[in-house]
């Protein structure tokens, strides 16, 4: 059997997770997941992350993906991360580098079991800052350059492929390298305030393909599974292939709601609390939503397409906040069947609020 069919049915805990630590954030990027800027008052405590953590090593999960928000905002993020690292539960941890120091990046390159990615939407200030903000390119470019002077190899560049971007992809690898560091591609997806942004932002089909033709020829830059809707173009990426929500990957927010999918922070996809009893082992275990995602799917219009064993139907996140039937197309179907099915939607799931500042406020710490 193969292993993603393996992976479909749950394993008993994720490989890893996401973990958004805060929503606090000094930026506001147009396509944010979390629609983060402002922290939610009922944030995880020091001693209930340190708990969870503990959850997590005992689970013997392998690592963590923690983001936000900023997370190193958070006046406890060294202490979380340490703690994390001496209790065995590596850390990945996401930042845009505007609080990156020569003395963090020094103590950052001295912990074992730690990785970072650095997030970077263009190969320019000019394709970068119009979605990060100004100045943001900048600050990257200068937290790469402190991890790479501190002898931190083999960091991550995390870039959201975006229309202003598809075309950058060897810049953006150049960049990369010339830090000693590894590309890190990832899909632009229509939630938080990329719900808005996406229209305007997504890819066209010839950059898609273009971008499916970069990664076939570089196997070393490193995808996190989102573009396995284009696997109908030709060669399949490296990668599982299939959607992990609820089977291998989950998402725990701010104040301790887990979600099925890192990208679908939305009532409709929330399994629990790790504040329930029973915690976090309890939701990924027994929860009803989790099961129900690991059960066989019932089958939907992809199911009856020559390239369903390929591209196993795109995903979910895609799909659910572009108003499309989970069992249906992607939206950037490569064979072109989301197109007609995304033009006929009249009705979307409503996007939560989320944590944004008043752009007022953001102007004026800008100035």
């Not at 915690?279 to 939503?289: C, H, I, N, Q």
């Not at 199911?303 to 989970?326: H, I, P, V």
């Amino acid at each position: 059997m193969p292993l993603s069919s393996q992976l479909e049915a749950g394993l008993e805990a994720p490989i890893c997770l996401t973990w958004e630590l805060t929503y606090g954030c000094n930026l506001a990027c147009t396509h944010c997941l979390s629609s983060s800027g402002r922290r939610d008052p009922r944030e995880l405590s020091t001693l209930e992350a340190k708990r969870f953590i503990d959850e997590l090593a005992e689970m013997q999960v392998f690592y963590v993906n923690i983001g936000g928000g900023e997370p190193t905002l958070r006046r406890d993020f060294v202490e979380l991360v340490e703690y994390a690292v001496a209790h065995r539960v590596g850390v990945k941890f996401s930042t845009n580098g505007t609080t990156m120091t020569r003395k963090r990046a020094e103590l950052y390159a001295s912990m074992d079991y730690l990785d970072i990615q650095v997030s970077l939407d263009g190969a320019s200030a000019k394709s970068n800052d119009p979605v990060r903000g100004e100045g943001s390119y900048q600050a990257a470019i200068r937290a790469m350059e402190l991890l790479a002077e501190a002898g931190f190899e083999g960091f991550k560049v995390s870039v959201v492929v975006t229309r202003k971007n598809a075309f950058e992809l060897e810049a953006l690898l150049a960049i990369a390298e010339a830090h000693r560091a590894q590309l890190r591609v990832t899909r632009l997806r229509p939630s938080g305030r990329g719900a808005d942004s996406w229209h305007e932002l997504r890819p066209s089909a010839e950059q898609l393909r273009s971008v499916h033709r970069f990664l076939s020829s570089h196997e070393e830059v490193l995808t996190g599974d989102s573009f396995f809707h284009l696997a109908p173009l030709g060669k399949a990426l490296a990668g599982l292939n299939l959607c992990g929500a609820g089977r291998v990957v989950c998402l725990v927010d701010p104040v301790g709601d887990v979600y099925a999918c890192p990208f679908v922070m939305h009532p409709e996809f929330k399994a629990g609390s790790i504040r329930d009893q029973g915690g976090f082992r309890a939701v990924w275990r027994e929860g009803e939503l989790f099961a129900k995602l690991r059960r066989p799917s019932p089958g939907g219009a992809c199911n009856a397409c020559d390239a369903f064993s390929e591209c196993r139907g795109g995903c979910m996140a895609a799909k659910f906040y572009t108003g499309l039937e989970l069992g249906g197309p992607d939206p950037e179907c490569v064979l072109g069947h989301g197109e007609a099915v995304l033009a006929a939607v009249v009705d979307r799931p409503a996007v939560e609020p989320g944590h944004s500042r008043p752009v007022s406020l953001l102007a004026a710490r800008r100035r």
